[in-house]
């Protein structure tokens, strides 16, 4: 089962090429491998998926020796070699299910987030989320499930008292009517359940396919694979696949890695774009799976200016959820505030 929200897995190719012992003589790697066996161990790892060809990033292809040293959480960064292009299949199963556990070290915790309680308030929150962050219908939904905590309560209310209570989340009339127009769907069709089955799910008044896999991966803990803005973005930094349509993301990532994979890769890939990966100016400088990324240098390299981009609890801050789960706080992740604070 694949996801779609927009908010929201070796052996070289024996094709032509410099050898991959002679990318392990670069200067850089001889250096830093010198200096740390985890450096050596992922210097090794780029040496098996080396390049054929020539990788196609522009910018400066070895990571700084103290890269991440700095940056607290974060695992240090280590240096790279070239990109790893002209893959075999197997290589790139291999290096991107490396991806996935090196993000799974940085984010053990990581999670949905939208606070939820129940899969309503999932369906309901994952609606809102079009068009704004997560913070800010996390924001928003404590005063609506306050008022309205059921189906029947959300689908019996005053349309223009809801607007009021949406209005923050942006688009609030036509969220409006979404909610409500869904909320009546889930009584008078599913008895006020949220049902578990996408064909009963895509049925329901504004939920599509993507908000449908979000609340089945997430309150029913069906496997899907949740291709947002950030998701896009960072398999095709990556390069596990150069398709741009979603639907042929999905099934691209979803064929280098087991389904049972599917739910919690989707959360540390956008994770990692949320943090660290980001759109504009990711913090390769600070990026623990840097060694494996062949879009390093696409952000900012040095190790200090690249600290100052990461975001929520990688730079210090607090992160989308009001009510993270514990293992999040456990790990010196903060609360987001309310709305106002
Ligand atoms: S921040 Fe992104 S582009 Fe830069 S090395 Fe990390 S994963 Fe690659």
């Given at each position: 089962?694949?996801?779609?929200?927009?908010?929201?897995?070796?052996?070289?190719?024996?094709?032509?090429?410099?050898?991959?012992?002679?990318?392990?003589?670069?200067?850089?790697?001889?250096?830093?491998?010198?200096?740390?066996?985890?450096?050596?161990?992922?210097?090794s790892a780029v040496k098996k998926s080396a390049p054929a060809k020539k990788a196609p990033v522009k910018k400066a292809t070895v990571a700084p020796k103290k890269a991440t040293a700095a940056v607290k959480g974060v695992p240090a960064a280590q240096p790279v070699a070239k990109p790893p292009t002209g893959e075999s299949h197997t290589a790139l199963v291999r290096r991107a299910r490396r991806i996935n556990r090196e993000l799974a070290d940085v984010y053990p915790y990581a999670h949905p987030e939208l606070d939820f309680d129940n899969p309503f308030q999932l369906v309901i929150a994952t609606v809102l989320s079009a068009q704004t962050t997560d913070l800010r219908v996390n924001q928003t939904t404590p005063a609506l499930f306050a008022k309205?905590?059921?189906?029947?309560?959300?689908?019996?209310a005053n349309p223009e008292e809801v607007e009021e209570i949406l209005r923050p989340t942006g688009f609030f009339r036509a969220k409006t009517k979404s909610v409500m127009g869904l909320s009546k769907a889930l009584v008078e069709q599913f008895g006020g359940e949220v049902p578990g089955r996408l064909e009963d799910l895509v049925k329901l008044p504004g939920v599509g396919r993507k908000t449908a896999f979000v609340v089945l991966g997430n309150a029913f803990g069906r496997p899907g694979i949740t291709v947002d803005t950030h998701f896009q973005r960072l398999v095709r930094r990556w390069q596990w696949t150069d398709q741009t349509d979603p639907d042929k993301i999905e099934a691209a990532v979803g064929a280098l890695f087991p389904k049972s994979d599917w739910t919690d890769l989707s959360h540390h890939v956008i994770w990692h774009g949320r943090r660290i990966c980001h759109a504009r100016k990711p913090a390769c400088g600070a990026c623990p799976i840097?060694?494996?990324?062949?879009?390093?240098?696409?952000?900012?390299?040095?190790?200090?200016?690249?600290?100052?981009?990461?975001?929520y609890e990688k730079g210090g801050f607090p992160g989308q959820r009001l009510k993270p789960p514990q293992s999040y706080l456990d790990a010196g992740g903060k609360p987001a505030p309310p709305l106002g604070a």
């Open positions: 089962m694949v996801v779609r929200r927009d908010s929201a897995v070796g052996e070289q190719n024996s094709g032509g090429g410099k050898k991959p012992a002679k990318e392990a003589k670069g200067a850089a790697v001889k250096k830093a491998a010198a200096k740390k066996t985890a450096v050596k161990k992922a210097s309205y905590p059921t189906p029947e309560d959300l689908a019996a840097a060694p494996l990324c062949p879009a390093y240098g696409e952000g900012e390299t040095d190790p200090e200016k690249a600290k100052k981009l990461l975001k």
